[in-house]
């Protein structure tokens, strides 16, 4: 049998033996009598399936539904925003279920919800869909698609460290769109080598290993070399020896330096360390 998600109910196709379908509305239970009788503006958006059988809804403004033995129970989400949407999408190996929506990326996992948000190192707070490749959690929202390291949101959840790191794609990086749309489901989907990903002006696609190969740093060239305020002239076998001034020399020094990249130049960051003559 296949499920489908309404705006207003659960649906279940069933086969017919002569191969006709026909729409079962399951009315005959006690979790389809709750879900007719949502309040006017509550919307149930996208359907996760877990490997234990039981069946995730999502809404707009009512949390989570958990469907099982013929029952459904409402799962309230604690501390999350009560009229925005909250959209189950997907389980990973570990049984981990994804959360996504208007308030961050959640998780549920051993009887608990987890979320990362912007403060946290989120790129946006829409998460429209999400696919796991390569060691990366990839997501799609309204500003493009991101990726972070699965390791760094286990070790977040667990409170083992306080943010995230994530890479973003946009139109720089060859999309028509960063837009997805969350009440379209699902957005993202995985072939061989390449993920798919739904946006507002067509399909892109893209392949996780060749972007994560862009993340290897680039060289590091020194443009110029001033000791108080004076240009010191140095070439690459000096640069590698040590720059070495006079005594009394470089009260005031000054390092001129940029990273050699043609892949992907607009999100090169920079750190430094200064370390002083006795180490």
Known sequence: SVWEIAVKHALKRL?????????????????????????????????????????WVGSAGAGLFRLANGAAENVPIPGYPPDSACVPLGFAADGTLWLGGEAGLGAWRNGRF???????????????????????????????????RRDELDDFFAGRRPRVNALSLGIADGLLSTETRLDSQPVMAQTPGRIWVATVRGLAHFSPREVLATLKPPPVAIEGFKADSQPVAFDEPAVKAGIRLRPGQGRVVEVAFSSLSFVASRPATFRYRHQSPDG
């Open 114 to 148: 987890h979320w990362v948000h912007p403060a946290h190192g989120l790129p946006e707070v829409v998460v429209s869909d999400v696919e796991e490749a390569e060691g990366y959690v990839w997501l799609a929202g309204r500003r493009g698609i991101h990726a972070i």
């Open 15 to 55: 086969p017919l033996p002569d191969r006709l379908v026909q729409w079962v509305l399951l009315r005959t239970n006690q979790f389809s009598v709750w879900l007719n009788d949502l309040p006017p503006k509550v919307q149930l958006l996208g359907l996760a399936e877990g490997p234990d059988g039981v069946k």
